[in-house]
């Protein structure tokens, strides 16, 4: 079983929608969970780090369920530009620990 | 200010042959790592570095060589170049060790024939 599992998607999603996907995580010593974006064909990019009150960046909220060992990130009013595949990663101490998920394609259709 | 830059962008080689994937970063970040990134598998740390002469193995260090001889500069080596290791390469830094924030060079995708 993988530490990280994501539903690989793709998912299809007309502009203005709200759009929720899930990450689960195996490995309960897990500490600090992100959310990362990457665009078609380019490199990674931190989206949001996932706080376990959970947290809000404009239209991004990102949750963490620690009894049922996932993360899950919403997007509301989604936009074309939001388009590209979220990794989720947890990790269990210091950046060299880090474990990618497979990642969650999304495309926003106009 | 590029930041971090990673050459070549594109590289076709031959089983056997020796590779060498630069990566050169301009912010004095402490910490620099090598990713592969393949289909089904997400990415995979290869190597770490924690400062200059200080290497470490990750998930999948075999075939892979690395080193540190200065703050900005982490090359990646592989010593005789399989098809398995066709993939896209991604350097990384990090200012510091446990934020969980990398910054990640544009990636040098490579294939071995």
């Known amino acids: 079983r993988k530490e990280v599992e994501q539903d690989p998607g793709p998912f299809n999603v007309p502009e203005g929608a709200t759009v929720a996907f899930n990450c689960t995580y195996s490995?309960?010593?897990?500490?600090?969970f992100f959310w990362y974006r990457q665009d078609c064909r380019k490199e990674p990019k931190l989206l949001m780090s996932?706080?376990?009150s959970g947290n809000e960046d404009g239209r991004f909220t990102a949750q963490l369920n620690r009894a049922s060992q996932y993360i899950s990130l919403l997007i509301r009013d989604s936009k074309l530009s939001d388009s590209a595949t979220y990794l989720c990663?947890?990790?269990?101490?210091?950046?060299?620990?880090?474990?990618f998920g497979t990642g969650t394609r999304l495309t926003i259709i106009p | 200010d590029a930041g971090i830059t990673q050459s070549p962008r594109y590289k076709i080689t031959e089983t056997g042959r020796q590779v060498t994937l630069m990566c050169h970063q301009t912010?004095?970040?402490?910490?620099m790592f090598w990713y592969r990134q393949d289909l089904g598998h997400g990415l995979r740390l290869i190597y770490y570095?924690?400062?200059?002469?200080?290497?470490d193995k990750g998930e999948v260090p075999d075939g892979y060589v690395v080193s540190r001889s200065k703050t900005e500069n982490f090359p990646l080596t592989l010593e005789s170049a399989t098809r398995s290791q066709t993939s896209v390469y991604f350097c990384?830094?990090?200012?510091?060790?446990?934020?969980?924030?990398?910054?990640f060079g544009e990636g040098s995708r490579l294939t071995v024939l």
């Open positions: 990384a830094t990090s200012l510091l060790f446990d934020t969980g924030e990398l910054f």
């Open positions: 490995n309960s010593a897990s500490q600090s």
């Open positions: 996932v706080y376990s």
């Open positions: 990663v947890a990790t269990r101490g210091g950046n060299e620990k880090l474990t």
């Open positions: 912010w004095s970040h402490s910490y």
């Open positions: 570095s924690a400062a200059a002469d200080i290497t």
